[in-house]
């Protein structure tokens, strides 16, 4: 499984990014996907998850409004809208597949890595203020 994540960039604070992850070797049908992210110097945190089943959403707190995870699965692909991004969105930004099909899919579960086997290679988002 690959997952190629893309649309990171160099923006002002205000301002909007749309990232996609695109899944090559299995398809994510009937997979929970999430978005995690880590700044230099910090832990990996949650951003957002989609679960497979009826692609219900849940975010982190500080995100929550301003960033919109969905997925396309005719298209294989996850995306993360971010709006009115600030600086403390700067982080690489992980694109992650669940390590189990069908996982029901609670909100603490989701939110938690160790859930996720497959992990993108990051794309960079850089909020200048």
């Known amino acids: 499984v690959q997952l190629q994540a893309s649309g990171g960039g160099l923006v002002q604070a205000g301002d909007s990014l749309r990232l996609s992850c695109a899944a090559s070797?299995?398809?994510?049908?009937?997979?929970?996907m999430a978005w995690f992210r880590q700044a230099p110097g910090k832990e990996r945190e949650f951003v957002a998850a989609?679960?497979?089943?009826?692609?219900?959403?849940y975010y982190r707190d500080s995100v929550r409004g301003r960033f919109t995870i969905s997925r396309e699965n005719a298209k294989n692909t996850v995306f993360l809208q971010m709006n009115n991004l600030k600086p403390e969105d700067t982080a690489a930004y992980y694109c992650?597949?669940?390590?189990?099909?069908?996982?029901?899919?609670?909100?603490?579960?989701?939110?938690?890595?160790?859930?996720?086997?497959?992990w993108g290679q990051g794309t960079q988002v850089t909020v200048s203020s």
């Open positions: 992650v597949m669940d390590r189990m099909p069908y996982r029901r899919g609670t909100v603490y579960g989701m939110a938690q890595p160790q859930k996720y086997a497959y």
């Open positions: 070797g299995r398809t994510l049908d009937n997979y929970n």
């Open positions: 989609v679960r497979w089943s009826d692609s219900s959403t």
